[in-house]
C-alpha cells in the first residue's frame, strides 16, 4: 500500500518536467525564449577583485591588475568571450600572499645576484694578476739573462751594475705586490666559496619547503579566492594566475605539458589545444541545461530550491 503512492507520486512529476519540456518547445520563434535556451554561461563573466598585495613583492596594485588581466587574455582570445572582468566588489578576491617559499626566493635572487657580481670582480681580478705576472715573470727572465752576461764578463762596470741593481729593486716591489694580490684574490676566493656554499643551501632549503607546498597559487572554490604565494618572473606569474582563474571557471588538469592547465607550472603564457578544449566544453554549458538540470534535481532528489 506504501509502494503504490510513491510511483504515481513519481509520474506525476515526470509529468510535470515532461510538461517543462514542452513549453520550451512550444516557444521556438520567441526571442526570450531563444536567448534563454541558447545563452551560454561564459556570456555573463566571472568577477574578480584585488584582495591582499603584500608589499614584501614589489608589486603595485595597478601592475598587478594588469598580470591578472593578461592572463585574462589566454582565455578570452580563443573562447572569444569576456570570461573574467574586473569589479572593485567582484565575487572572486585574487591575492597576493608572502610566505616562506617567496622569502627563500628572494634569497637566492640576491645571492645569485651577489655571486654574479662577484665572479665579475673576482674574474677581472685574476685576468689582472695573471697579466701582471706574466709580465713580472717576462721581466725576471729579462734581468736574470743580463746578470748570467756580466757574470761571465767578469763582472759589469759600475753604472751597468747600479742599472740592474735598480731593475732587481723594481722586480722585488713588483713580487711584493704580486703576493699581496695572490693573498687577497685567496681571501675573495674562499668568500666567494662561502657565498656559493651558502647558495646551495638555501636552494637546497627551498627545494625541501617546495616538497611540502609545491603550490605557486591554489583556487580556493568555498573561500572565492585566488592565492598566489611566489612567483619566479612576470610569465611564470601570469601562467599561474590563468591556472587558477580555469580552476575558477571550472576547469580541470589536463595531460598535456607546458598547457596552461597542466598541474605542474611553467613558463607558457598561451592556452593550448586541449585547453582551449576544456574551457569551450564549459562555455557551452547554457542556462536552460542548467535550469532543467536543477529543477529536475528538485522533483527527484530534493534538491537545489532556486532556479
Not at 616538497?211 to 601570469?238: M, N, T
Request: glycine fraction near 6%; charged fraction near 25%; include cysteine.
Amino acid at each position: 500500500m506504501v509502494i503504490f503512492p510513491t510511483i504515481i507520486l513519481m509520474k506525476k512529476k515526470v509529468f510535470l518536467l515532461f510538461l517543462l519540456l514542452l513549453l520550451l518547445l512550444s516557444i521556438p520563434y520567441s526571442k526570450g525564449a531563444y536567448v534563454f535556451v541558447n545563452k551560454s554561461v561564459c556570456d555573463v563573466p566571472i568577477t574578480y577583485r584585488l584582495g591582499i598585495i603584500d608589499n614584501r613583492f614589489n608589486v603595485s596594485a595597478d601592475e598587478f591588475l594588469k598580470d591578472i588581466q593578461e592572463s585574462e587574455e589566454i582565455w578570452e582570445k580563443p573562447i572569444g568571450k569576456n570570461i573574467y572582468q574586473f569589479d572593485p566588489n567582484g565575487e572572486i578576491s585574487i591575492n597576493l600572499i608572502f610566505d616562506e617559499r617567496q622569502e627563500l626566493h628572494s634569497k637566492i635572487d640576491s645571492l645569485e645576484g651577489q655571486l654574479k657580481g662577484g665572479k665579475s670582480t673576482l674574474d677581472s681580478q685574476i685576468n689582472q694578476y695573471e697579466s701582471l705576472a706574466a709580465e713580472f715573470k717576462q721581466n725576471l727572465a729579462g734581468l736574470n739573462e743580463k746578470i748570467t752576461y756580466w757574470n761571465s764578463k767578469d763582472g759589469a762596470p759600475k753604472d751597468v751594475y747600479e742599472e740592474l741593481k735598480k731593475e732587481q729593486a723594481d722586480l722585488q716591489s713588483q713580487a711584493d705586490k704580486l703576493n699581496a694580490m695572490a693573498k687577497s684574490l685567496n681571501l675573495e676566493t674562499s668568500q666567494y666559496n662561502t657565498q656559493v656554499g651558502s647558495l646551495n643551501k638555501t636552494v637546497d632549503t627551498f627545494n625541501q619547503v617546495l616538497q611540502g607546498k609545491p603550490e605557486e597559487g591554489i583556487w580556493k572554490p568555498a573561500e572565492k579566492r585566488i592565492d598566489i604565494y611566489f612567483s619566479f618572473d612576470h610569465d611564470e606569474l601570469v601562467h599561474t594566475l590563468a591556472h587558477e582563474l580555469g580552476h575558477g571557471r571550472g576547469l580541470e588538469h589536463v595531460q598535456t605539458e607546458g598547457a596552461i592547465m597542466h598541474a605542474f607550472t611553467n613558463k607558457n603564457t598561451e592556452a593550448s589545444g586541449d585547453d582551449v578544449l576544456a574551457m569551450s566544453a564549459v562555455c557551452v554549458k547554457n542556462y536552460a541545461k542548467e535550469y532543467l538540470r536543477n529543477k529536475s534535481s528538485r522533483f527527484f532528489y530534493g534538491g537545489p530550491k532556486n532556479p
